[in-house]
């Protein structure tokens, strides 16, 4: 509600499937009917978005995934987006799908290929995802993640590289240290490359409190420090004899 009239109305789908751990899938599905803008007419009632999701497990060690991605919004309407068919009605469609296969005792290679495209794109996205995960490296109990991703579409292109560290020191204690550059080209921007480290710090203080805290620095075309810190309580469903 805003001034107490009705806005943005939507009828929202969720449900999942699984059999073991052989298969599994996700689907969720939003109905609506977005406002228009200067620039785009209101596409009018419909699907406004729709995430598809199958998981198979052929082998212990073997894990696959495709996924069907949908986004219908129209957004806050800017004249420097006019020429990049942004403000399109079909911000996003597209289909993925990967794998993940352990190599050796939780040495894990992953791989995530997909297209994309929007209503009037003159090219369709590429994006390709490549990753090395170390569920525990040896003598340091550690656990070390390193992705690399990268896409080419009509408004601009760009890549991410990525190396994180974490380790769980107890069941109440975890630290994670991560480590990565971006970059991108595009003509609406002029952000074009930046560097993060990111520390995190998760605990817990007795049944129910936990403590959560990380601190970012980011150096580029954009340079900035940013930091965070959350105090939650987890409540309890059990009764006293359960």
């Known amino acids: 509600m805003v001034h107490w009239s009705i806005n943005d109305p939507f009828l929202f789908i969720e449900d999942s499937i699984s059999y073991k751990r052989d298969i599994a899938v996700y689907e969720s599905a939003q109905l609506d ?3 228009g803008n200067t620039q785009t007419p209101a596409p009018g009632p419909g699907l406004g ?3 598809f999701t199958l998981r198979v497990n052929p082998h212990p060690k073997v894990e696959l995934d495709f996924n069907y991605n949908y986004f219908r919004q129209i957004p806050t309407f800017n004249p420097t987006l006019a020429g990049t068919g942004l403000l399109d009605k079909y911000l996003f469609q597209g289909f993925s799908a990967g794998g993940r296969v352990e190599l050796w005792n939780q040495f894990w290679l992953s791989t995530i290929l997909g297209r994309s495209n ?3 794109d003159g090219k369709t996205s590429l994006n390709e995802m490549y990753g090395i995960t170390w569920g525990r490296v040896p003598w340091m109990k550690l656990r070390a993640d390193l992705h690399y991703a990268r896409f080419n579409g ?3 292109a760009g890549s991410y590289e990525s190396f994180s560290v974490s380790r769980q020191v107890s069941d109440r204690l975890r630290i994670e240290v991560l480590l990565g ?3 991108f080209a595009s003509a609406i921007t002029a952000n074009t490359r ?4 990111t520390g995190t710090v998760e605990t817990t203080l007795g049944p129910h409190y936990y403590l ?3 601190f970012t620095t980011n150096r580029g075309d954009l340079s900035y420090d940013q ?3 959350s105090i939650g309580y987890r409540f309890d469903s059990k009764r006293k004899g359960e």
Do not use: D, L, W, Y
């Open 33 to 35: 009917s977005p406002k």
């Open 49 to 51: 978005r729709n995430f």
């Open 118 to 120: 929007g209503t009037g």
């Open 154 to 156: 009509s408004f601009g």
């Open 181 to 183: 550059q971006q970059n």
């Open 194 to 197: 930046s560097r993060f480290v």
């Open 212 to 214: 959560q805290g990380n």
């Open 227 to 229: 930091g965070m810190f």
